[in-house]
């Protein structure tokens, strides 16, 4: 963790101005509530409670753009799916604007976002996204930190308010009620990309929707990412022609997301799904 709050993102052990998913807390607080020892608990807590609050306070300080409360992330490779059929939509229209012949679309833009970055420039200005992944794990790990902080008696009154003013934003700017969904938003084009990823899906996790949105995306998540003979749950829609179950993000399984799912799922007491996945 740097000085300033980031926790930088390193590929191949290499150091980039790129910044992780915020998931350290959300993490962290399951680890903390499995431990019987409550002493053993809070001990561990107070030892990150401070980085943890820092890393999220550069989140809303430097990625908060437009000031509603949502951050943006400046490449998919900062979100927790890089790859996702999400980013085809804004990454094509960026290729477009910047006139560019290459087809590896995403390292050309890794290249020119890094630059800015180390330069100190402005990223925002060339390609930015209001990712309701990232958004909903900064908002699942402030609940986490609100969790820690009345648990060693920290004062948590700013992470509350942080938290409050993302969800009504969530809601406000990113749900789609006609799919039953949330949809990235790029800040360039003002446009929120329509795609089938179940990054769309992911807000259940921090108990944004209500329950009748809730309801809603399980239609979704039926509908679109299970058949009986696929494993449960695709990362794409199983009807979409850009679907590569083989791959990563583009419709290929992935645990950790169904573990979130699982999460969330339950979170609304939507139990059936919820099981079926744990299974």
């Keep these: 963790q740097q000085e300033d709050g980031r926790m930088p993102l390193f590929i191949k052990d290499i150091e980039t101005p790129f910044i ?19 002493k053993t608990g809070r001990k561990l807590v107070k030892k990150y409670f401070e980085k943890l609050v820092h890393s999220h306070l550069y989140w809303y300080e430097h990625r908060d753009i437009e000031e509603d409360g949502l951050v943006s992330i400046f490449h998919p490779i900062e979100s927790l799916l890089p790859t996702s059929c999400a980013w ?63 648990f060693i008696r920290k004062n948590v009154s700013e992470i509350i308010q942080w938290n409050e003013l993302a969800l009504y934003s969530m809601n406000e700017e990113l749900w789609d009620e006609e799919y039953g969904i949330y949809r990235g938003y790029d800040l360039i084009t003002k446009e929120l990309p329509l795609s089938g990823s179940i990054g769309g899906l992911l807000p259940l996790l921090a108990g944004i929707p209500v329950q009748e949105q809730a309801e809603a995306m399980l239609g979704a998540l039926r509908l679109n990412f299970e ?53």
């Design 227 to 279: 058949k009986p003979d696929f494993y449960k749950l695709a990362s794409n829609s199983l009807y979409a022609d850009v679907t590569q179950v083989e791959k990563p993000g583009r419709g290929a399984m992935s645990l950790f997301m169904n573990w979130l799912i699982f999460q969330g799922l339950s979170r609304f007491d939507l139990i059936d799904l919820a099981e079926q996945i744990k299974n």
């Design 88 to 150: 085809d939509e804004s990454l094509s229209a960026w290729k477009k604007r910047a006139h560019l012949t290459d087809e590896d679309i995403s390292t050309a833009l890794f290249n020119k976002q890094k630059d800015l970055l180390t330069l100190s420039q402005q990223p925002e200005k060339e390609w930015a996204m209001k990712d309701p992944v990232v958004n909903t794990l900064l908002c699942w790990s402030n609940e986490a930190l609100i969790a820690m902080g009345k």
């Design 20 to 38: 992780q998913a915020p998931l350290h807390a959300g993490i962290i607080w399951q680890y903390v509530q499995e431990i019987e020892d409550k």
